[in-house]
């Protein structure tokens, strides 16, 4: 029986980064004999048993043959024989296909350590195009990597263009693509994962309602990217910049739906897309069974981002019906992720990265004079019923007026 360590921890180490997991391998052996050492099987597809002390992940080496549509359409072989470089040759990236033996020696059948000085993510075999989920998790490498400059290969983004054209994408369950998603979006650079996925041709099967933001243009006096999801895209950078949370990152993504059911003839205009994105964006959460924690957010930064954008403006009535349509009296967190969207909206354009976005502190300042009235002193002069309410409404409105009056001098 012989052990090795695989897969992303080898990768890891290799790059000098932290390893979040670490996953071995075991060859020359049976389940039955791991069992009699105390191993605990939990594989339900393949056999992977938890160390009886450390209780980390070792797996028989195996080889799959595909058998069937879709990334669970494999039949999993796993015997004594089985090789580990037959292991290895099964997985995805070469980056992803080294071993190493406990006295760390490295086993690179596929010259992965080259890749990974050269920045690459290539494709360990043809094999790759048998499963599509290697569409989604090469993009997300991507967004893990991309800020270290790696690239996808070109012979490897031609097998993902390949995936695409075979319709086999339409096999993975949309909960398994929110899977992969969330986890891009929380990576250093998620932008890449949705570029990867438009270079990969997959964009509009995965994300239609992204894709069609492409070629929509806007107000150059405004946008001077024209499109829309160009700035789209400059959105989410700029969120990634602001915020490690991947709520807001997908509020951001998300933020201009709407501009996609725009009729052309009102070009490069956009009237009520505020309101009308929230139809497609719904979808796409409906769709992906989206968290609600970042439905939340991404329908009231959908909604009411040009409110924000126009504060400075807006009289107190538009700024409380604001706060009030946020539900931040009742839920002050609910302000500060709606806040960094816009503000990511408002920088995702040329010329803008690094603009001031005053409209943030003053409707921060908003809500601070506004959450200091409550409905004690009305009950004490003997308002009774929905007339507090009223009173609060009103008291709240004249305190964002005197607010205004002073930010302006």
């Known amino acids: 029986m012989q052990i090795y360590k695989v897969g992303g921890a080898v990768r890891d180490l290799l790059l000098g980064i932290p390893q979040k997991d670490v996953d071995w391998v075991i060859t020359g052996t049976t389940p039955e004999a791991l069992l009699e050492l105390g191993y605990q099987a939990v594989g339900a597809d393949f056999p992977v048993f938890l160390h009886p002390e450390t209780k980390e992940e070792y797996a028989l080496a195996r080889t799959e043959r595909k058998k069937g549509q879709g990334y669970k359409g494999f039949e999993c072989f796993f015997s004594p024989d089985v090789r580990l470089e037959d292991d290895l040759n099964r997985r995805d990236l070469t980056i992803n296909a080294m071993a190493m033996t406990p006295e760390g020696k490295l086993i690179d059948p596929f010259n992965g350590q080259a890749d990974l000085n050269n920045k690459i993510l290539r494709h360990v075999s043809d094999a790759f195009v048998e499963d599509p989920l290697r569409v989604l998790r090469v993009a997300r490498f991507l967004a893990r990597f991309h800020h270290y400059g790696f690239r996808i290969a070109d012979e490897t983004l031609a097998l993902m263009q390949d995936i695409s054209a075979s319709g086999e994408l339409e096999s993975l369950t949309p909960e398994r693509v929110w899977q992969e998603t969330q986890k891009a979006l929380s990576e250093n650079s998620p932008v890449a994962y949705f570029s990867a996925l ?113 504060a400075l403006e807006s009289n107190a009535d538009r700024v409380l019906l604001t706060l009030e349509a946020l539900d931040v009296f009742r839920t002050p967190t609910n302000l500060e992720p709606f806040l960094l969207a816009c503000e990511a909206d408002s920088r995702g354009r040329p010329g803008f990265e690094e603009a001031p976005y005053p409209q943030a502190r003053f409707m921060r300042a908003a809500h601070k004079v506004a959450e200091k009235i409550q409905a004690k002193p009305f009950v004490d002069q003997g308002i009774r019923g929905k007339e507090i309410g009223s009173a609060i409404q009103v008291a709240r409105r004249d305190a964002i007026h005197q607010l205004r009056l002073t930010w302006e001098q």
Do not use: Y
């Not at 041709?201 to 499109?227: R, S, T, W, Y």
């Not at 929230?278 to 959460?285: D, E, K, R, S």
């Open 198 to 310: 438009q270079s990969a041709n997959a964009l509009e099967a995965l994300f239609p309602e992204i894709h069609a933001l492409f070629g929509v243009p806007q107000d150059p006096k405004h946008h001077p990217e024209i499109d829309t999801g160009i700035h789209t895209f400059m959105v989410l950078e700029q969120a990634t910049r602001l915020s490690n949370a991947p709520e807001v990152r997908f509020a951001a993504l998300t933020h201009d739906l709407g501009k996609a059911l725009t009729p052309e003839a009102l070009w490069p205009k956009h009237p009520e897309h505020d309101e009308k994105g929230l139809v497609p964006l719904n979808t796409l959460c409906e769709r992906f069974k989206v968290p609600n924690k970042f439905r939340a957010v991404a329908n009231k930064t959908c909604r009411w981002h040009t409110a924000c954008h126009q």
